[in-house]
């Protein structure tokens, strides 16, 4: 089965960017879809942005569109999430996911990293 290791989080002011990367080991990101979640404090996680599994196809939440964007290096077996004008309502712990099923429900995940915007 597939390992996910997230990094990439941080402090940082509203307006500012940060990318945040999801790598892979153990099998090959190719042979899944992936997705990245978040989830504040005291509120449900929450899909923040999908891809498919040659990285293709790609899927936003509304609150994100036009902000972030999500990529998947096949070569780097790593998954990356950039985060362009990032907004205090953007504070979270985001998770990396991973499925290779054609249900809804994502069976592996990362241990998440924290994204903290201060206003």
């Known amino acids: 089965q597939v390992q996910l290791v997230e990094s990439g989080g941080g402090l940082v002011q509203a307006g500012a960017s940060l990318r945040l990367s999801c790598t892979a080991s153990?099998?090959?990101?190719?042979?899944?879809?992936m997705a990245w979640f978040r989830q504040a404090p005291g509120k449900e996680r929450e899909m923040t942005a999908t891809i498919g599994y040659r990285g293709s196809s790609t899927s936003y939440a509304d609150f994100v569109k036009g902000r972030f964007t999500i990529s998947k290096d096949i070569a780097k077996n790593t998954v990356y999430l950039q985060m362009n004008n990032l907004q205090p309502e953007d504070t979270a712990v985001y998770y990396c996911?991973?499925?290779?099923?054609?249900?809804?429900?994502?069976?592996?995940w990362g241990q998440g990293t924290q994204v903290t915007v201060s206003s």
């Open positions: 153990g099998r090959t990101v190719s042979n899944y879809a």
């Open positions: 996911a991973a499925k290779n099923s054609f249900g809804p429900r994502y069976d592996y």
